[in-house]
């Protein structure tokens, strides 16, 4: 069944067919579901009394609605409730799915209070009793205003969201620039940094073997000196591109440990239910990340005693758990402006399809990321509440 223009109306028994007037009311495109033929007469004759100029299609199932909404667009959707092959509920159900967002009023003979309140719940804007079309107008416009609002707050939410993906493709883009410029910084401190302060540490060794006294005084200095120089450049090169994850995520967090035990002296403990993990480097230099600023982050902030990481590997997803026994993370440092490492943190866990999860406002801190490893295990993480 489908809808025609208004030069098909000598055509009795179409199902939907076209109707308006030049009434000089407000012109409305109109969008009908209805069976009877009269009570469709009787509609349009109250909007034209009530200053509309209707220009409406009328249709009784939901093909005929389906085509309707294909060769719109429609200002509103005025529907009977029962209909032989058809309902209000079928129709506002067909509008939704197809993505419009159109004022919907029921007007119908017999639609029960708990119907009625269902419709509405379901999305109509209003339901009307057959012959009390007095208030039909004002609802009309009422729902129109309402329908534009939806339209506007649905536009806005699209760009919202736009801004958003685009704004994380950005920050993927800059994180993953940022690592590859690490790592070509490490390179070239490696190469040539290094390679002038092991020539250094020849010469100065040379001159320590073959001065005087004072010399070689001054060049044992200046070779304790540059063995501090050579540590802080590798100490510099660890941060920028961890060599340790070369031998794998485990070898890197333990390095990490026992580097971060060394120089806090906070007592800090690595247990892991596999002696090695192959993942991606994605997913390692996130693991890897996380773990240092949090690790950072209880060295600074903590006053902790003791700290521990859990990293354990099941059902194709990884999870890392850090926890200490310090002060914790109150909801105010989350919340704080300059409070970009932990910000930073959730961003990479969602760059590898994964989560993180603070624990705020607790007496210990506690911070947890878990990534999937496999498609099948993001499908899994995506579908739990709480993902």
């Known amino acids: 069944m489908h809808p025609t223009n208004s030069a098909s109306r000598s055509a009795p ?6 109707a308006g007037s030049e009434t000089g009311g407000e012109a409305i495109r109109l969008l009908v579901v209805e069976d009877s033929e009269l009570d469709y007469e009787l509609l349009l004759r109250s909007l034209r009394r009530q ?23 429609w200002d509103a959707v005025i529907s009977d409730h029962h209909l032989p092959r058809f309902s209000s509920t079928e129709a506002l159900r067909i509008i939704r799915s197809e993505g419009e967002n159109l004022p919907f009023i029921i007007v119908s003979g017999n639609i029960g209070e708990d119907a009625a309140v269902a419709a509405i719940q379901a999305g109509a804007d209003d339901y009307l009793i057959k012959g009390r079309l007095a208030r039909l107008g004002p ?19 699209e ?17 993953q620039a940022v690592e590859a410029e690490r790592a070509d910084i490490a390179r070239e401190v490696h190469d040539d940094v290094g390679g002038m302060l092991t020539a250094l540490r020849f010469d100065l060794s040379w001159i320590e073997r073959h001065g005087d006294v004072a010399i070689r005084d001054r060049a044992h200095q200046g070779l304790e000196t540059l ?16 060599p340790a994850l070369e031998a794998g995520i485990v070898a890197a967090l333990e390095f990490l440990v026992s580097q971060f035990e060394s120089r806090t ?17 994605q997913v390692a ?20 005693a003791h700290a521990r990481l859990d990293l354990v590997v099941q059902d194709d ?5 850090i926890s200490d026994d310090g002060v914790g993370i109150s909801q105010a440092d989350l919340d704080k402006p300059g409070s970009f490492g932990l910000r930073g943190l959730t961003e990479r866990a969602r760059q590898a399809n994964g989560w993180l999860e603070i624990a705020a406002g607790k007496s210990k801190g506690a911070i947890m990321l878990m990534i999937p490893l496999t498609p099948e295990a993001a499908a899994r993480l995506e579908s739990e509440p709480d993902a």
């Open 265 to 281: 002296g906070i007592d800090t403990h690595l247990d892991c239910n596999r002696e090695r993990i192959d993942v991606s480097e």
């Open 317 to 321: 997803m990884l999870s890392l758990e």
């Open 51 to 73: 200053h509309f100029d209707p220009h409406a299609v009328r249709v009784e199932e939901a093909g005929g609605l389906q085509a309707a909404l294909a060769n719109g667009p």
């Open 159 to 175: 760009a919202l969201a736009a801004s958003e993906q685009r704004l994380r493709a950005l920050t993927d883009h800059l994180q």
């Open 139 to 157: 609802a009309l416009r009422s729902a129109m205003s309402a329908g534009a609002a939806r339209r506007e707050r649905s536009a806005a939410q």
């Open 13 to 18: 028994h179409s199902a939907a067919r076209t």
């Open 227 to 242: 063995n501090q120089a050579v540590e802080a450049v590798h100490r510099i090169m660890r941060n920028l591109r961890p």
């Open 285 to 304: 230099i996130t693991v890897y990340r996380v773990a240092q600023e949090s690790l950072t982050n209880i060295g600074k902030h903590s006053q902790a």
